[in-house]
């Protein structure tokens, strides 16, 4: 069977109708040329090129074959370079999911504009989930990467996954506007002890309802939680129709909603952790080159 060599030595003879040009054009010697090409012929069962002392033909399978040849090699050149970039992490697919108050934070977008540009032929395919969903769902093979918000609480969990965190990201109270204490630069969480507080339900949220519960227990008493949302945003309509405060991560004051002030905590555990999850044992080219631009995007942000 022929292979990609005498392939490429058919095409030089027959785009330069000369053994004598292709030989050079190959860097090559002329006899080694012709017997490869007869070798070819042989192969094929078929004369290619019609030659004598002064000229170099094409027959007509030898026109045909030329349109072959050429169409395989570039076949095998597209192939290549598609395994090239599959090692080097430029190619494939990427399954990641994060949870919704990180669409708030710049890190998310950042990233993924940056991984567009660097690794375009990567489908990336997006997902909202929970954090403790997210482990599970990394566990299972069924997402590559998460950004999520705790570590796990498993032992098990935190040997087969790897985390790398990103930000400790501020955590505020989300006050009605006409609060005695929305204009306040900063308040500690005991000032608002007999205030009552919306949240997400903790099978759902549990990060963030457990943050909740330990920094009022902290401060000295339990948070009387008067109504739930699913999602994140949805306890900002809340505190605006008055229901409530909310413990909100501070990106969240990108969500500029009428009737809603934002007020920092002076507890120095009043943060909400941020980082990337993936298996520990996944070592792919594209996760390996998708967890490097997130280190690029964290670092040009000055997270």
Do not use: W
């Amino acid at each position: 069977m022929f292979d990609f060599r005498q392939l490429r030595y058919f095409i030089a003879v027959a785009e330069e109708l000369s053994f004598t040009r292709a030989a050079i054009r190959l860097h090559l010697s002329q006899p080694p040329l012709s017997q490869q090409i007869q070798a070819l012929e042989q192969d094929l069962g078929v004369r290619l090129l019609e030659r004598n002392k002064r000229n170099v033909a094409l027959t007509e399978p030898g026109r045909i074959f030329l349109e072959q040849a050429r169409q395989i090699l570039a076949k095998a050149d597209e192939a290549r370079s598609h395994v090239v970039a599959a090692a080097a992490g430029y190619s494939g697919q990427l399954r990641l999911a994060y949870t919704v108050s990180v669409s708030f934070h710049p890190a998310l977008p950042q990233t993924l504009l940056r991984y567009r540009q660097i690794a375009p032929n990567v489908l990336v395919q997006l997902s909202e989930m929970y954090t403790e969903p997210q482990f599970a769902a990394l566990l299972a093979g069924q997402i590559d990467v998460g950004f999520v918000r705790d570590e796990p609480i498993h032992a098990q969990d935190a040997r087969n996954l790897r985390l790398s965190v990103i930000d400790r990201e501020p955590l505020l109270l989300a006050m009605p506007a006409r609060h005695p204490l929305a204009n306040r630069s900063s308040l500690r969480l005991t000032e608002v002890a007999g205030d009552a507080f919306v949240s997400q339900p903790r099978e759902l949220a549990a990060t963030l309802y457990d943050r909740l519960v330990t920094l009022a227990t902290k401060a000295g008493f339990q948070p009387l939680i008067v109504q739930q949302a699913q999602q994140i945003n949805g306890l900002l309509a809340l505190v605006a129709a008055g229901l409530g405060l909310a413990l909100v991560p501070a990106t969240m004051r990108v969500v500029r909603l009428a009737g809603v002030s934002y007020v920092p905590l002076e507890d120095s555990d009043a943060y909400l952790l941020l980082a990337v999850a993936c298996r520990s044992n996944d070592h792919s080219p594209v996760l390996q080159q998708f967890l490097s631009t997130v280190t690029e995007s964290v670092i040009a942000s000055g997270l």
